[in-house]
């Protein structure tokens, strides 16, 4: 009998560890009549399967490290963000005008509609947005179920800014890359990405983002998507969209992002993230209205 249970961490014996996962099922499989897991990414947005026997949790001190390498990464990113935007305020502020100096700028970034497959990572993102200063509404809606919901969500939230997201995976072996069965969840970022494009075809008027853990990069980008994952079906993190979106809705709306900048932004870099140039979302107003 194992001593495996929902809710715990673990990692695959069989992948010598590499990710964390947390068991959120356990089933019999019906051709060996073994039992086992269903298994979602603490930070990575892959879903799996795995016998029950190729598993083993994850122990005190590990997940400990794991934690605390995961945090200095957020952190890192979070203060890299506020480094450039701050640089970037320098670099407005030098030339405003003697007279335009008498008075103090506010700020109107870009609005995001954020749809996410995972409740739990839905929750991460949003409380990394409101530290990142950005307007962000959050769904959580299963991944079948994001493209029905998308028409109607546009409809009422008019973002500026759509993240569609959860989990994904290709199927294991060296199966055929250009084949959507082979994914477990692109089509439905593909549908979700056609169905805003729909409502908003404009690439600059409407950006997207689409895809989880290695999704078919090619076939979300033809769909519409502005930025999308995984160009090398690598594994995605689960903030990569937050700091994708945050890059766009912090570029002046009078300049292209930055791709570059933008794919480098992200945790996992241009190996997990890519996409096209993209109109910024970012407005500076003035005169800001007084306290006093």
Do not use: W
Not at 179 to 202: G, H, M, T, W
């Amino acid at each position: 009998m194992s001593d495996i249970s929902v809710g715990d961490l673990v990692i695959r014996r069989s992948h010598g560890g590499d990710i964390i996962f947390k068991v959120t099922d356990i089933f019999r499989n019906e051709l060996s009549q073994k039992e086992h897991c269903y298994l979602k990414g603490l930070h990575m947005r892959l879903v799996a399967d795995a016998p029950i026997d190729d598993v083993e949790k994850i122990n005190a001190e590990d997940l400990r490290n794991e934690i605390v390498r995961m945090e200095s990464m957020h952190n890192d990113s979070l203060k890299r963000v506020m480094m450039r935007r701050s640089m970037d305020r320098e670099r407005v502020e030098l030339n405003r005008s003697e007279q335009s100096k008498k008075y103090s700028f506010f700020d109107i970034p870009g609005r995001v509609l954020h749809l996410d497959g995972d409740e739990e990572y839905l929750r991460m993102c949003l409380k990394t947005y409101g530290q990142l200063n950005i307007e962000a509404i959050g769904r959580h809606i299963d991944e079948s179920k994001q493209p029905e919901a998308v028409p109607d969500l546009l409809k009422e939230y008019r973002p500026d800014i759509l993240v569609v997201t959860g989990h994904d995976a290709l199927s294991g072996g060296n199966k055929d890359m250009k084949d959507i069965n082979n994914y477990r969840n692109s089509k439905y970022y593909i549908q979700s990405v056609i169905n805003a494009r729909l409502f908003e075809p404009s690439r600059d008027d409407l950006v997207i983002f689409a895809g989880a853990c290695q999704s078919y990069f090619e076939a979300i980008l033809a769909a519409g998507a502005n930025f999308a994952s995984s160009p090398t079906r690598i594994f995605i993190h689960a903030y990569d969209p937050v700091f994708i979106a945050e890059k766009v809705a912090f570029t002046p709306i009078n300049k292209i992002v930055d791709i570059n900048d933008a794919i480098t932004a992200s945790v996992t870099g241009i190996e997990g993230v890519g996409g096209v140039e993209t109109r910024g979302k970012f407005r500076l107003g003035m005169p800001k209205k007084s306290n006093r």
